[in-house]
Every structure is written in C-alpha cells, then in structure tokens.
Nanobody, 122 residues
C-alpha cells in the first residue's frame, strides 16, 4: 500500500488549497482515512478524518468550518479542501490509513504518505 499526498504550496492568508491523497496497492473501499500535520518543532496533530463510508467526518477544533475532507473511491483518492487559511496552518500535511483505534490518534494509522508542505504567508 502506498499513499501519495500532493497539492501543498505557498498561499497568502485567506487563500485556499486542496490537498489530495492517492492510494495505490489496494482499493480505498472500506478504508477510513485521516489527515495529520506537523509544524516545525511540534508534534503531529490530528486535522481531519473520514470514515470508510464517507458518512462520518471529524475535524480538529482549529480547522472546523474552514477545512472539508472528502473521498472519491472510484479514483482511490481522499481530499482535504482548505479554505480561509491562516499562517498558523503552516505545516507538513500527511494522509494516513486507519488501522484500528481512535481516529484522532497517530498510532491508530498504519500507512502514511510522504507529506506535502503547506505554507501560509501573512
């Protein structure tokens, strides 16, 4: 199983980005996925999660109302739409596949993408 994250970049505060996470080596069907981020000098932080069905989504308080997670099983891809970006959103963003356990815990995920850098200027 391989996860390939893309879509990061440099954007001004208030701008938008859409991150993509393409999965290869297995189908996305019946797989729950999450996004985490890591800012310089900080630990990994939970950002968002989507259930295998896509019905249930969860967000960190800091991104609620600004970020939207979605999935396209036909394309084996998960997305993170990021709107109203703030300088504090600057971090490397990682997608990951849930193995078991709590969706907001890093150790619950077993496969990780390589990360994509998001930089928000003020």
């Amino acid at each position: 199983v391989q996860l390939q994250a893309s879509g990061g970049g440099l954007v001004q505060a208030g701008g938008s980005l859409r991150l993509s996470c393409a999965i290869s080596g297995r189908t996305l069907n019946n797989v729950a996925m999450g996004w985490f981020c890591q800012a310089p000098g900080k630990e990994y932080e939970f950002v968002s999660h989507i259930s295998w069905s896509g019905i249930n989504t969860y967000y960190a308080d800091s991104v609620k109302g600004r970020f939207t997670i979605s999935r396209d099983n036909a394309k084996n891809t998960v997305y993170l739409q990021m709107n109203s970006l703030k300088p504090e959103d600057t971090a490397i963003y990682y997608c990951a596949k849930l193995k078991s356990g709590s969706y907001y815990t890093k150790n619950s995920y077993d496969y990780w993408g390589q990360g994509t850098q998001v930089t928000v200027s003020s």
